[in-house]
C-alpha cells in the first residue's frame, strides 16, 4: 500500500468525526445564516494569514534528505500566497467589517491549532506539517465548493463574497494530486508516523474551530 492511502486509511475515524460536525453538515445543506457564514470567515482568516509563514518556517527546518520536499514547498507557497485577503474580501462582501476581523482575537480554538502546527515545526517532526496539509486540502475538496453553492442559496449574498470557498476548493483538487504524489516519496517510517499522527490531531483541531462556532 502505497503511503497516501496508508495516511488516507489511518486517519479515517478522525476524518469522519470532523464531517459529522453540525456546523459543516448545515454548511453543506445551505442552513446557515450571513452571522454564521461570516463567523466562519473570521476565523478561516485567522488561520490562513498563517499559511505562508508555516511554509517558510516547515521549509527552513527540514533536513537535507527531504530537499526534494523543500523545493515542494515552494510552489505551494506561491499558490498559496495572499488567499488571506480573499477572506477580508468575502467578509465585506456579506456586509461584515474586514478591517475589524484583522485587529481582532481568534477563538481559542483557532489559536491553539495554529500553535500547534509551529509547535510542530519547530519543537517536534516538520515533516508532520503536511498533517494540516491533508486536514485542510482535504476539506476543502470535501466541503468547499458545494457548500458554498449552498449558503449563496439559502443567504442570497452575492457570487463575490464566496471568492475563498469557491477559489479554494478548485485549487484544492490540483493540490491534492499534488500531495498525494509527494506523501507516495515519503519513505522515512518516522516521517511518515509524524504525518499521521498530526494528521489526526489536526482533523480533532480543525474540528474544534467548528464546534466553538457552533
Given at each position: 500500500?502505497?503511503?497516501?492511502?496508508?495516511?488516507?486509511?489511518?486517519?479515517?475515524?478522525?476524518?469522519?468525526?470532523?464531517?459529522?460536525?453540525?456546523?459543516?453538515?448545515?454548511?453543506?445543506?445551505?442552513?446557515?445564516?450571513?452571522?454564521?457564514?461570516?463567523?466562519?470567515?473570521?476565523?478561516?482568516?485567522?488561520?490562513?494569514?498563517?499559511?505562508?509563514?508555516?511554509?517558510?518556517?516547515?521549509?527552513?527546518?527540514?533536513?537535507?534528505?527531504?530537499?526534494?520536499?523543500?523545493?515542494?514547498?515552494?510552489?505551494?507557497?506561491?499558490?498559496?500566497?495572499?488567499?488571506?485577503?480573499?477572506?477580508?474580501?468575502?467578509?465585506?462582501e456579506s456586509g461584515g467589517d474586514g478591517e475589524a476581523v484583522r485587529k481582532e482575537k481568534p477563538l481559542p480554538a483557532t489559536e491553539i491549532m495554529v500553535a500547534y502546527a509551529y509547535d510542530t515545526i519547530l519543537r517536534c517532526n516538520p515533516a508532520g506539517f503536511f498533517g494540516m496539509v491533508l486536514v485542510l486540502e482535504g476539506t476543502s475538496i470535501a466541503l468547499a465548493t458545494s457548500a458554498a453553492a449552498a449558503i449563496q442559496s439559502s443567504t442570497g449574498l452575492p457570487q463575490a463574497a464566496f471568492s475563498y470557498l469557491t477559489s479554494h476548493g478548485d485549487l484544492d483538487i490540483g493540490h491534492v494530486d499534488f500531495f498525494h504524489g509527494l506523501m507516495d516519496r515519503l519513505d522515512s517510517p518516522d516521517d511518515q508516523q509524524a504525518v499521521i499522527h498530526c494528521g489526526r490531531i489536526f482533523y480533532q483541531l480543525y474540528g474544534d474551530i467548528f464546534r466553538s462556532l457552533s
Open positions: 500500500m502505497s503511503f497516501y492511502l496508508q495516511l488516507q486509511q489511518e486517519t479515517t475515524e478522525s476524518r469522519n468525526n470532523l464531517l459529522s460536525i453540525p456546523y459543516l453538515q448545515q454548511g453543506a445543506a445551505g442552513a446557515l445564516s450571513v452571522e454564521s457564514y461570516l463567523a466562519f470567515l473570521g476565523q478561516a482568516y485567522h488561520h490562513v494569514k498563517h499559511t505562508i509563514p508555516l511554509l517558510m518556517a516547515c521549509g527552513s527546518r527540514l533536513p537535507e534528505r527531504l530537499e526534494w520536499l523543500r523545493t515542494a514547498i515552494g510552489k505551494y507557497i506561491d499558490e498559496e500566497m495572499g488567499h488571506q485577503e480573499w477572506i477580508i474580501n468575502d467578509i465585506n
